[in-house]
């Protein structure tokens, strides 16, 4: 058990760390700006991305957001992890997939201890 809670919150942490860095890195980075035009994303996708991953980034660390909304922003960031592995082979080919293939593994376990820890505590904050 306290493995477990040891796995899910460095894993947590990483994912949450990774989605606020990525929120900063959108708004302020013109290399960011570039890299989304060069995927053929329009700009405001970039800054409506940079809100959802700090929203989720936010829900899955705060201990007093319920699991409903956490289970949401698991979900939120298994869709941009994907698109982003997605959008990457298509452009740039396998190699650039490799950052959002660690974040989804990260994510995964993240949500596989959340699962398991809240299956066994019944904790439900709903």
Known sequence: ???????????TSLVALSGMMACIMYFVSPFMAKEFKHLGFPDYFRIELGVAQLLGAFALILPMVSNRI?????AGFAITFVSAITAHITV???????????????LFMSYFCFYKLNKYNRIDRD
Do not use: H
């Open 92 to 106: 740039e080919g396998i190699l650039a997939t490799i950052a959002p293939l660690i974040s989804l593994f990260l």
């Open 70 to 74: 956490k289970e949401w922003a698991y």
């Open 1 to 11: 058990m306290k493995r477990d809670k040891i796995f899910y919150w460095v894993a």
